[in-house]
């Protein structure tokens, strides 16, 4: 079947810190990969995405590589702010399917 | 663009009671999803709709679940009977044709069964 499995957290850096976010995933066929964020207090917010091997999503200073020979997704940032503190989602869509999968999600905390 | 809108915000129900939540998708968003997430875990999937056909249903969504879409806009999730485990945030989502689609998400229903 398919499943994403995130690196197990809470997360707390200090501000300016570098991020990594581990995420890796098994899926028949091509899946379509995402990163979801969820601020305190607000829904989902998708962060980025990539829908094939070698692709690269980014936004807001995030970065994450689509890598097939490892199966991963891994989510970064080279300086995190404050307020980059919130719940973070790896998800995918497997080939035509519809439905997203969600890992578990992680907890990032950033302290002044 | 008004997003994805959700009501209730909160439901509380004592156990046995039915409940229906309501979800507004993007008005030109011809697809429609409801997700389940618990504490500490990812959203899961339960349902989706493409315009107002029902195409796919998880095993979670037992039959006390029901989920509609009558005109093609905005969708329904009717829980009867409700039971303690039912507890949890209930997400809408929605997204354009065409694969893969990013899903945009509401700020869910947190149901609370007493």
């Known amino acids: 079947g398919n499943s994403v499995t995130q690196m197990e957290g809470p997360v707390t850096l200090s501000e300016e810190a570098f991020l990594t976010i581990n995420c890796t995933y098994t899926?028949?066929?091509?899946?379509?990969l995402f990163w979801y964020v969820q601020y305190p207090g607000e829904g989902l917010q998708l962060l980025l995405k990539?829908?094939?091997?070698?692709d690269k999503g980014s936004n807001k200073g995030f970065e994450a590589t689509y890598r097939k020979e490892t199966t991963s997704f891994h989510l970064e940032k080279g300086s995190v702010q404050v307020s980059d503190s919130a719940v973070y989602f790896c998800?995918?869509?497997?080939?035509?399917?519809?439905?997203?999968?969600f890992g578990k999600g992680i907890t990032l905390s950033v302290r002044p | 663009d008004t997003g994805v809108s959700q009501d209730p915000r909160h439901k509380i129900t004592k156990r046995g009671q039915n409940v229906t939540f309501r979800c507004d998708p993007i008005?030109?968003?011809?697809?429609l999803y409801w997700y389940r997430q618990t504490l500490g875990q990812g959203p899961e999937f339960l349902t989706y709709?493409?315009?107002?056909?029902?195409?796919?249903k998880s095993r979670l969504l037992s039959d006390r679940f029901s989920a509609e879409r009558p005109k093609g806009s905005f969708s329904t999730l009717e829980i009867q009977r409700t039971e303690q485990g039912d507890s949890a945030m209930y997400l809408c989502?929605?997204?354009?044709?065409?694969?893969?689609?990013?899903?945009?998400f509401g700020d869910g229903t947190r149901l609370s069964i007493l």
């Open positions: 989502a929605s997204s354009l044709d065409g694969n893969p689609q990013p899903q945009h």
């Open positions: 899926a028949t066929g091509y899946p379509s």
């Open positions: 990539a829908t094939k091997a070698d």
């Open positions: 998800a995918l869509i497997p080939g035509a399917n519809s439905k997203l999968t």
């Open positions: 008005s030109e968003h011809n697809r």
């Open positions: 709709f493409q315009n107002e056909a029902q195409l796919e």
